[in-house]
């Protein structure tokens, strides 16, 4: 699968920034491939489905490949910002390590990376996640989303919840006083106070 996926992928890229029909040479000069081998795969793509092919003009994403591209281009924006702003992994090593991950997950891991990075998130049109650092709120209930393993002995870990009031952090009525710099590892999001 992850072939196909860099096949519908470097279409869409090529139907989104130049509003054209994908040729056989754009596809070949684009992966690195044998001119052959994109129009057998054309072929196969076109069989399967995922694109509409003639040979001698082109192939264009039917919408199971355009569904199959953009949710492939979504697992690399997401990968791409946790390793990059929230990781802080340079810019080129993160871009590749994205384009390596985003074949190899499901919707399962990408739904907890996004938990994670949701408060540096900018580009989904919806997010259901509220996460922030706890070095980041004043006072209320949180659930705890992500912690490092040093402060587990102390009872923070994920799905535990915790209670901040005048700088101290509660935790099963135990008062604890955390460094700024651990609070800012530590992620959470606000618990319903009727809960």
Known sequence: MERIEEYLEAIYDIQEMEKRVAKTSDLAKKLKIKPS???EMLAKLSNQGYVEYQPYYGATLTPKGEEVARKIKRYYRIFTKFFRDF????ESEAKKLSCELEHHV???IVEKVCELIS???DFCDVCSFETMRLSDVTSGKFKVVAAPKSVKNIGIYPDKILEVKDGYIFIDGESYS???RLKTKILV???DEKE
Not at 87 to 90: A, C, E, F, Q
Request: charged letters at 35%; one cysteine or more; glycine letters at 6%.
């Open 189 to 191: 999001e606000k618990v």
């Open 119 to 121: 408060n540096e998130c």
């Open 106 to 108: 499901n919707d399962e």
């Open 178 to 180: 955390i460094s700024d």
């Open 37 to 39: 081998s994109v129009t």
């Open 87 to 90: 990781l802080g992994v340079d």
